[in-house]
């Protein structure tokens, strides 16, 4: 069963991440967008792990919903709310509960996720961080659950799938043919966060 220890580790992971790779997160965003993924995603990352610390949220469902709720105020670009939501929608359908059943986390990323695709009408192929995120939740419903380093590795695996990807949506969008040949920065920090799901686990 997974605590509200767990998510919190999830959570400190994600930012500890995020700060490590927010120099290739901005190349990336550089290429293709305008260079501010890992400032947005650290300055993000670094307000959720501040208002844990300072708040009890003793569910997995109040810890992710004080992290979304973070994202959301914190960080002005595209990924907050898109994140945000992601995080705020998978901890609300973890409900009040005090611990969780992995196959219970894997049904509520799922709802997470979808609730990603509806806030930026996006889908699978568009280039976006989608791309990434709804392979870690195949392969993480595939284990009922079980086995978040599969979901981490086909999350990296939809990263790299971006590449040759023409964006749809977001700013890479605008650079229409010009977006083919990079990786999409939201693809690759989505990977980071679910890393950081399969990091929480072996801690
Ligand atoms: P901004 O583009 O506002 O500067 P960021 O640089 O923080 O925001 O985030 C860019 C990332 O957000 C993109 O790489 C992409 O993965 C993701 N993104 C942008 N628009 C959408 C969308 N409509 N749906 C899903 N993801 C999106
Ligand atoms: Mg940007
Ligand atoms: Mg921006």
Known sequence: MLDADFFRRWMTGAAAAVDREAGRLTDLD?????????ANLQRGFAAVVKALEGDPA???????VLAGRELISTVGGASGP?????????????GDAAEVAPVQLAE??????????????AKAGD???????????????ESLGASFAAAAEAAD????????????K??????GERSVG??????????LLIGALAGAEAA
């Open 30 to 38: 550089s290429a293709i967008g305008d260079a501010d993924h890992g």
């Open 108 to 121: 509520a990323l799922r709802v997470g996720v979808a609730a990603v695709a509806q806030l930026g009408g």
């Open 82 to 94: 898109l994140y945000g939501t992601l995080l705020r929608r998978t901890g609300k359908a973890l």
């Open 58 to 64: 003793g569910t997995p469902g109040a810890v992710l």
């Open 170 to 175: 977001g700013r890479a969008s605008y650079l």
């Open 157 to 168: 695996r939809g990263a790299l799938a971006t590449v040759p990807m023409r964006a749809r």
């Open 182 to 191: 990079h990786q999409d920065p939201g693809a690759t920090s989505s990977a």
């Open 127 to 141: 280039k976006t961080m989608l791309d990434a995120l709804e392979p870690a939740v195949e392969a993480l419903a």
